[in-house]
């Protein structure tokens, strides 16, 4: 079955770079279609969708937080890493990867994130 | 961008209600919405895609429905279980979610 799992500190000072790895099981991510997105929730907040990589490398990332993201991937080690720097305690919150399906039905297309990470706790401090 | 719009923001229901939220979105996305599940301290947890789609192992009583710009999930019976925060998210252009609603108990 397909999981993944968030890690990474879970203090950081402000100004700094946040890195955080998910390592993932269950899938390749060299399969046509599949995803691993990241997506945040300050605390008592909504969802805010971070950045997706692709199977092919191609990535996308939030208009409001691309100057600061990075997303790359180890197909072999079947990891993800998010890089996210200059950190604020505005980026405090819970830090999700997701995995990302792509489906053709029969008379639209789909694409969602099936299964999650349990979330790692990001606090930004001085 | 394209925004997501959820009400209400929370509601008050008791079991065995029926419940419907909605979801609207700030231009047409044809039927790439879905919908997930979130508990205190847990991640979310996929219930619908593609709009009407039920995912794997999500009772019946669930079900969404709409296309364009408005959609909608409904609990036929709410459950115990049920009591919960739910997103729409659209994946018509990269992803977005919504604010969420509260579902309580009355």
């Known amino acids: 079955q397909i999981t993944l799992k968030e890690s990474g500190p879970t203090l950081v000072k402000p100004t700094q770079t946040l890195t955080l790895t998910c390592t993932f099981s269950g899938f390749s991510l060299s399969t046509s279609g599949v995803g691993v997105g990241w997506i945040r929730q300050p605390p008592g907040k909504a969802l805010e969708w971070l950045g997706l990589i692709y199977w092919d490398d191609d990535k996308r990332y939030s208009p409001s937080l691309k100057t600061r993201l990075i997303i790359s991937k180890d197909t072999s080690k079947k990891q993800v890493v998010l890089t996210m720097s200059n950190m604020d305690p505005v980026d405090t919150g819970t830090y999700y990867c997701?995995?990302?399906?792509?489906?053709?039905?029969?008379?639209?297309?789909?694409?969602?994130?099936?299964?999650w990470g349990q979330g790692a706790q990001v606090t930004v401090s001085s | 961008d394209i925004q997501l719009t959820q009400s209400p923001s929370s509601l008050s229901a008791s079991v065995g209600d029926r419940v419907t939220i909605s979801c609207r979105a700030s231009q047409s996305i044809s039927n790439n919405l879905n919908w997930y599940q979130q508990k205190p301290g847990k991640a979310p947890r996929l219930l619908i895609y593609g709009t009407f789609n039920l995912q794997s192992g999500v009772p019946s009583r669930f079900s969404g429905s709409g296309s364009g710009t408005d959609f909608t999930l409904t609990i036929s019976s709410l459950q115990p279980e049920d009591f919960a925060t739910y997103f729409c998210q659209q994946s018509f252009k990269t992803w977005t979610f919504a604010l969420g609603t509260k579902v309580e108990l009355k």
């Open positions: 997701a995995h990302r399906i792509y489906e053709i039905l029969t008379a639209s297309t789909a694409d969602y994130f099936d299964f």
